[in-house]
């Protein structure tokens, strides 16, 4: 198959799949679901599992994970050439379980988490758990070889560096690629950087109470051409929380909680990162048409899919705890 055939069959099946998941109008679909045994038959028609509601959330988030890597597998096999940073945006499971996986081998847990399959993607040695060097060594995460966390200082801090490792290799990766249309998922990965940043800087000052000098080494110091992608985090540290008129100049001020006539305003970190992910979300579909026939479907397909797969699982335990589908939309502002 010539690459012109072979990106029209990628696009056209990509279409195909988005345009029968929970994405732009059918996330309607949702909101009548109040049990999570719905929402388990509606995703899974043919092999639902009846089981009690407490047993069923802990399946249907593994399993709503598991249909997300499987659709995404389903793609990329049709693709005979697959750059790296695509390896890398399907990797980032792998970067999320390696996170679970420190956080048991530091508190000595008898048993591993569990972690998505990635089929040809996965590097890590899962299965030799509990041991260091046989799940690390031959993979990107050597490193963490001789640096299992003691504490959970220790721990954030690897945390952090697990970020700034990904995030580096998939931006230099992104930067080394030639083809113009790139550009769209380049913004995206851009301001998911610059986001992230911000999140993790006001969590650290917020909650744990890490002074500029301390949050600084954590953020990912990263360059898009002339824009510096931690500044916007660096500048959120010195402003107060509970004065909404010093936000004014914030490049992001529309994704912080409105200050409300009467009522005392204090920053609202979860409400933040609902709309930093609803931003990234409706600028991945805006872009997933872009350039058809180019790199820019697959990188688009694989960020939709895994906003998908986010919010199913928000629902799933919103559900859980007594919320209705509606409810759970609502909060996410996902209807709009």
């Known amino acids: 198959m010539n690459s012109t055939a072979e990106r029209a069959y990628i696009y056209s099946k990509a279409c195909g799949i988005i345009g029968k998941s929970f994405v732009g109008p059918r996330i309607r679909r949702l909101q009548d679901i109040t049990r999570l045994s719905d929402l388990d038959r509606l995703l899974f028609p043919n092999s639902y599992e009846d089981l009690p509601e407490r047993e069923l959330l802990i399946r249907l988030e593994k399993r709503i994970i598991a249909r997300t890597t499987d659709q995404i597998s389903l793609l990329l096999k049709t693709q005979q050439s697959i750059p790296q940073f695509i390896g890398l945006l399907v990797r980032s499971y792998e970067y999320a379980d390696v996170k679970l996986l420190v956080s048991a081998l530091m508190d000595k847990r008898g048993l591993p988490p569990s972690h998505a399959d990635l089929g040809r993607f996965t590097t890590v040695h899962f299965y030799k758990y509990p041991d260091p060097k046989a799940l690390f060594t031959g993979t990107d995460f050597e490193w963490l070889i001789d640096n299992i966390p003691d504490n959970q200082s220790a721990n954030m801090q690897i ?41 993790w800087a006001l969590r650290l000052n917020y909650y744990y109470h890490f002074d500029k000098t301390s949050i600084e080494p954590l953020l990912l110091d990263l360059y898009d051409r002339k824009r510096s992608l931690v500044k916007a985090a660096l500048e959120c540290i010195d402003k107060p929380v509970d004065q909404y008129s010093a936000w004014a100049s914030f490049k992001y001020i529309s994704l912080l909680n409105p200050e409300e006539a009467g009522t005392f305003w204090r920053i609202n970190i979860p409400h933040i990162q609902r709309k930093a992910a609803l931003l990234l979300y ?38 859980s705890l007594g919320l209705s589908g509606r409810d759970v939309l609502s909060m996410l502002e996902v209807l709009q």
């Open 159 to 199: 945390q952090a560096e697990l970020d700034r490792r990904y995030y580096t290799q998939l931006w230099n990766e992104l930067c080394h690629i030639s083809d113009p249309n790139i550009r769209f998922i380049k913004e995206i990965i851009a301001d998911e950087i610059e986001l992230k940043n911000i999140l």
């Open 282 to 319: 409706k600028k991945t579909r805006a872009y997933f048409h872009r350039s058809p026939f180019s790199l820019n479907t697959t990188a688009c397909f694989i960020r939709l899919k895994q906003f998908e797969e986010e919010l199913l699982i928000s629902l799933a335990e919103g559900i």
